[in-house]
């Protein structure tokens, strides 16, 4: 009986120890996630915008942030009161570890963990990309632009803090990724007379162009992408909806395309 009784004790224990292992774990994991300056500590500021970054200071990161800063300006929803964090990351060991602290899958070139108002960019990721595509098209995926890529997750922060996160995670993907393609890009667009919507549309349908992503994503992702920020820009700039408007039910990607085109043929 007393034998009996001391196993029990002994499982209980057992249980609870392994209980607190979990939790310890788990805390590390938050902290980790919530305070990667811990880690990450060289810095540079510009605007609302402050760069994190591991290894060597670097006087290049100084005109890299101010660069996300000009993007964000120009998107129509910059506020000079925000203090967005980016963790730009040289070592590849760092950011994978990153990425599995976050329980992603597959190794994005940057992600956004808007629960702790943090970003994170891949320094390698985003330049493979570019140097396998030739940087094209421009505004995609491919481009190999850390402004862009940097500007892309901040933007998903925008929108979260902007429409709240239950909003945010019933929204379908195109509507998702198209709006914070739009803010990301469509300051430096603006600049670019020949980034219209119907030049970007021709790339868009041109399958030669996206030939490099062949083997990369049997998805499309990056067409998609490319597409749905075309999307989010024709209901924004042509048709004068603002994000709240975007995120209606009754707002389509099918009605979208649709009149997108229409709206075409018609200039
Ligand atoms: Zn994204």
Not at 42 to 70: H, R
Not at 74 to 89: K, N, P
Not at 98 to 111: A, D, E, I, N, Y
Not at 228 to 252: K, N, P, R, W
Request: glycine share 8%; net charge neutral; proline share 2%.
């Amino acid at each position: 009986m007393r034998s009996k009784r001391s196993l029990v004790r002994r499982m209980v224990k057992c249980g609870l120890r392994l209980v607190l292992v979990i939790l310890v774990l788990f805390a590390v994991q938050v902290s980790i996630l919530a305070y990667p300056q811990m880690f990450v500590h060289n810095k540079v500021e510009s605007g609302t915008i402050t760069l994190y970054y591991d290894g060597a200071p670097n006087a290049d990161l100084e005109q890299l942030a101010w660069m996300v800063d000009q993007r964000l300006q120009g998107c129509g929803y910059y506020d000079s009161t925000r203090a967005d964090r980016v963790f730009l990351i040289h070592s590849d060991g760092i950011y994978d570890i990153l990425v599995r602290l976050s329980l992603l899958h597959g190794r994005p070139q940057g992600f956004n963990l808007s629960l702790f108002g943090n970003s994170f960019v891949s320094v390698s990721r985003v330049r493979a990309l570019g140097e396998s595509s030739g940087g094209l098209p421009r505004f995609s995926i491919w481009e190999g632009d850390l402004a862009h890529t940097i500007a892309h997750e901040v933007a998903h922060q925008y929108v979260t803090d902007r429409l709240g996160r239950g909003v945010w995670r019933r929204l379908p993907h195109w509507k998702r990724e198209g709006m914070v393609e739009y803010l990301a890009n469509i300051g430096v667009i603006r600049q670019d007379t020949s980034a219209t919507i119907p030049n970007r549309l021709d790339v868009l349908n041109n399958d030669h162009v996206w030939r490099a992503t062949q083997g990369w994503s049997d998805k499309g992702w990056d067409r998609i992408h490319y597409e749905a920020g075309l999307l989010i820009e024709f209901l924004i700039d042509i048709q004068g909806y603002i994000l709240e408007d975007v995120i209606a039910e009754s707002v389509t990607d099918v009605d979208t395309r649709a009149a997108m085109l229409v709206w075409r043929a018609g200039r």
